[in-house]
């Protein structure tokens, strides 16, 4: 028995909620109706985000722990694959007042973010003090080194592992002075 895939599939899309608005292309592709009662696995997902805006709180109904952010999320760019092993290309992300990716980004394991292997290859990442504190309140605690030193910080590079045990290789540069770096 050959089963041929199903699918939806939205061209030209603009999906608008009070505060986000998901532009361009999106079609989710499944073997069989009951695959979507395991879409993280059995989904595959294609998108083309063209000139698109996710506000925090519109993510904080699926990520809960987002609601604290606060930010409008710019995002240009593909992405394919399932919710579980997903990639990104020619992505531009902006967030905050000074945060933005340029690059293409493949995560392996979510949604469990502490065993999501992550392949990052980054044209050029930046970010704040104040914009990484508010997207990742863990840092604040951070009392050596003196993070708050950090006014800015510009990563060009590769990063390629899990979020506590990764490799890494790429120009670091902030306003205390650059880090060429190769380390694990």
Sequence with gaps: ???????MFFSNMELQTNRSVIRDYYSMS????????????????SAVFRDSYIDSDDLAFF??????WKKTISLNGKVRGTVDD???TD?????????????????????DINQTFIDLKADDLRTTWVDAASMVPAIQRI?????????????RGNFT????????????????????????
């Design 30 to 45: 499944y073997d069989d109706m009951d695959d979507l009662g395991d879409y993280i696995h059995k989904v595959k997902m």
């Design 1 to 7: 028995m050959t089963m041929t895939p199903q699918g």
């Design 86 to 88: 997903i990639t990104g």
């Design 143 to 155: 009392s050596s080194p003196d993070l708050r030193q950090l006014q800015y910080v510009q990563f």
């Design 161 to 184: 592992g899990f979020i506590r045990d990764f490799v890494t290789f790429g120009t670091l540069q902030t306003n205390l002075g650059t880090l060429t770096t190769d380390i694990n």
């Design 63 to 68: 990520a809960p722990k987002l609601g604290s």
């Design 91 to 111: 992505m531009r992300i902006q967030a905050g007042n000074g945060t933005l990716l340029y690059g293409n980004l493949s995560l392996t394991g979510l949604p």
